[in-house]
């Protein structure tokens, strides 16, 4: 946070919850998955809060989020309600997509979420038709399309950086860099660690911002926002970050070196905030209010979600074809 | 009563090359569905490497354009515009360049709807074409529709007359599925043919009976209909009788014009251009031996045999079934004992 003298307090106390509810719920998404409610592989976002948090309060209702398998929290800052998502989660008829997609691969269009994606670096290049849409239909949608460092390693999302540039889309390609390609460090499969250089090369804005920091990631957000409405094109930014957790629910971690977790722990986005609210005058009973309160909601989601119907088998077959 | 039209019709029905015939179809889909879009690599300015899309950025606009060479972001940014409600349809020029992004096809437009339960679903035209032809190499020539077909999700036609070509792009820009419409480059060439271009777009789906006749039943589709049609020719001449039935659409299937064919003849052969391991006449013959429809005698399949289709000519037309193998294997089937 840094100038605690211009926090807004207000909205840091919102961006404050808005963290939580992620952690939150992907701690109850754990829970779960620990007790078997939910199988399969999961993939927390536990550390990675600031991003949505920071890019959702600057898009529309028809702008288009494409995430990753690590999205559910991009899908809660979007408005997805937490209890069909874990409905869906949990294989539940309630599920958002009744099952069908999972934890990995789940969609709610409705609410301008257009997907998880389980194939690395897929999305782009459908976010880039999202855009491409938005010239045509009046709507003057923007698409932000999420991924993680590796992602920009495949060709999917070059293709996908070349296509909006040339084109000038309004798509904004957002990188979460948490310097773990899966298991392995990105700074291994690189010459160049600094991914939002590559920006350059397409012919549009590459920003390396503060991932732990949702207003330096809304800062950031709004100019690339306000670019791809104005028809000036994509913008690449690299959200600098690091996942508190394993790469899915179970990885030993046994790749990264010692202390470095608990060094992440000191720099993590709800950590920082809170401690920048206190020393901007904001009382405990206010800040603990917001964990609270997402606290609440989470569990009841839980309970909401749990109490509804396995998917019917019955149903695997359906919503093949038209 | 009619109502008075403000606008003169269109001619019921006009010549046209195969090419030609699905331009026809892409100018009706962009100019009565208005969400229709229209691109890929050199189908806008330059018209399409094959020509089967000239005119149209003229006359369309900028619904109409080029992309980068990128079959990923085409077929992907496609995904994403159908969406959000556009009707994408897109140029693979090449059907073997349909590999390099595969991922697109099969893991994510397959899957839309499927996953969304029925809300967000993709409704894609990949228009491609594929097959040999003199002069291909082994990265220009493959007959790849099996692999489509294995992909639930995903329709598939091969249209091989100029009619079928016109009926199978308009049904095709119609469905609320992703279509991969598979055209043969040896087609394009070809004579002009009446082709009707009024009425309702037609189901998909569609079987012709292409030849009739007693003595054996083809079941065939794509640009080698062609070949076996002049086989049956050729046998008729020896007083071999062989049903002709085209199978435009591969998905969905018309089984039952097969088995009411079997129904007659009571013996099968499956012709393909592509390779016989894993083609679609494997599928073909097992759907036929699952329905129990009696048989006189063993079916065969007549394809390329599993092999990497070579360049030259000479190599290439000794793998692709030709006219007198395909008359003499249908000969050999008829003669074998019941």
């Not at chain 1, 390609?173 to 298991?183: H, I, Q």
């Not at chain 1, 094109?233 to 899915?248: A, D, K, Q, S």
């Not at chain 2, 076996?228 to 435009?248: H, I, M, Y």
């Amino acid at each position: 946070m840094g100038d605690a003298q211009v926090l807004d307090t207000t909205r840091g106390l919102a961006d404050l919850h808005g963290l939580w509810r992620i952690r939150i719920l992907e701690e109850k998404v754990r829970e779960l998955r620990l007790s078997g409610e939910i199988v399969g592989s999961v993939h927390l976002a536990i550390g990675q809060e600031a991003g949505p948090v920071g890019v959702c309060t600057e898009l529309g209702a028809d702008d288009a989020v494409f995430a990753t398998y690590r999205g559910h929290g991009w899908a809660l800052a979007r408005g997805v309600p937490a209890d069909a998502m874990l409905a869906e989660l949990a294989g539940r008829t309630t599920g958002l997509n009744g099952g069908r997609g999972g934890s990995a691969y789940f969609t709610a269009p409705r609410y301008g979420f257009h997907g998880e994606n389980s194939i690395v670096g897929a999305g782009a290049p459908i976010a880039v038709g999202a855009a491409l849409a938005g010239k045509y239909d009046g709507s003057g949608r923007i698409a932000v399309t999420v991924f993680g460092d590796g992602a920009l390693n495949q060709g999917a999302t070059h293709e996908a950086l070349n296509f909006a540039a040339a084109f000038k889309l309004g798509v904004v390609f957002v990188c979460e860099n948490n310097l773990y390609s899966e298991l392995t460090p990105i700074a291994d499969m690189v010459a160049e660690p600094e991914l939002h250089k590559r920006a350059a090369a397409y012919g549009m804005p590459g920003e390396r911002v503060d991932g732990n920091d949702p207003a330096a990631v809304r800062d950031a957000a709004r100019r690339a926002v306000e670019r791809a409405r104005a028809g000036e094109g994509p913008t690449l930014l690299e959200l600098m970050t690091e996942r508190l957790v394993g790469h899915y629910i179970g990885d030993a971690e046994q790749y990264r070196p010692p202390g470095e977790v608990e060094r992440a722990k000191q720099a993590e986005p709800i950590v920082r905030l809170r401690a920048a609210l206190a020393a901007a005058g904001v009382t405990d009973a206010d800040l603990d209010a917001s964990e609270s309160r997402a606290r609440e909601e989470i569990e009841q989601a839980a309970g909401t979600a749990l109490a509804a119907p396995i998917a019917d088998g019955a149903t695997a077959k359906e919503h093949i074809y038209a | 009563m009619p109502e008075a039209t403000t606008t003169a019709p269109a001619p019921a029905a006009l010549s046209l090359k195969y090419g030609e015939a699905i331009n026809a179809a892409l100018v009706r889909l962009l100019t009565e569905v208005p969400e229709t879009l229209l691109y890929g690599e050199d189908v806008a300015k330059p018209g399409g490497v094959f020509g089967v899309t000239r005119g149209l950025r003229r006359r369309f606009g900028d619904r109409v354009f080029d992309t980068p060479i990128s079959e990923s972001a085409i077929l992907g940014s496609a995904i994403g515009a159908a969406l959000m409600g556009r009707r994408p349809i897109v140029e693979i020029m090449w059907a073997d360049f349909s590999l390099v992004a595969l991922d697109q096809l099969v893991n994510q437009a397959a899957n839309a709807r499927y996953v969304s339960r029925g809300e967000a679903p993709a409704p894609i035209v990949v228009r491609t074409q594929q097959g040999n032809a003199p002069g291909a190499c082994a990265q220009h020539s493959q007959s790849l529709e099996a692999l489509f077909l294995h992909v639930p999700g995903l329709r598939v036609v091969m249209p091989w007359t100029a009619q079928d070509g016109y009926d199978a792009l308009l049904a095709a820009g119609h469905s609320d599925d992703p279509v991969i419409v598979i055209e043969n480059r040896t087609l394009y060439a070809g004579e002009k043919t009446e082709v009707r271009i009024d009425g309702s777009p037609r189901p998909a789906g569609w079987t012709t009976v292409r030849r009739p006749g007693r003595d054996v039943t083809v079941a065939t589709w794509g640009a080698i209909t062609a070949r076996v049609l002049a086989a049956a020719e050729r046998l008729a001449a020896d007083g071999l009788e062989v049903e002709v039935v085209e199978l435009t659409w591969l998905n969905p299937l018309d089984l039952t014009a097969v088995l009411d064919s079997l129904g007659r003849t009571g013996r099968l052969a499956v012709v393909h251009e592509a390779n016989v391991t894993g083609g679609f006449g494997a599928e073909v013959l097992a759907r036929v031996a699952e329905s129990g429809v009696p048989l006189s005698t063993a079916p065969v399949r007549i394809g390329t045999p599993d092999s990497r289709i070579p360049a030259a000519p000479s190599l290439a037309e000794a793998l692709v079934p030709s006219v007198d193998a395909i008359a003499a294997q249908l000969t050999k089937l008829v003669q074998e004992k019941p």
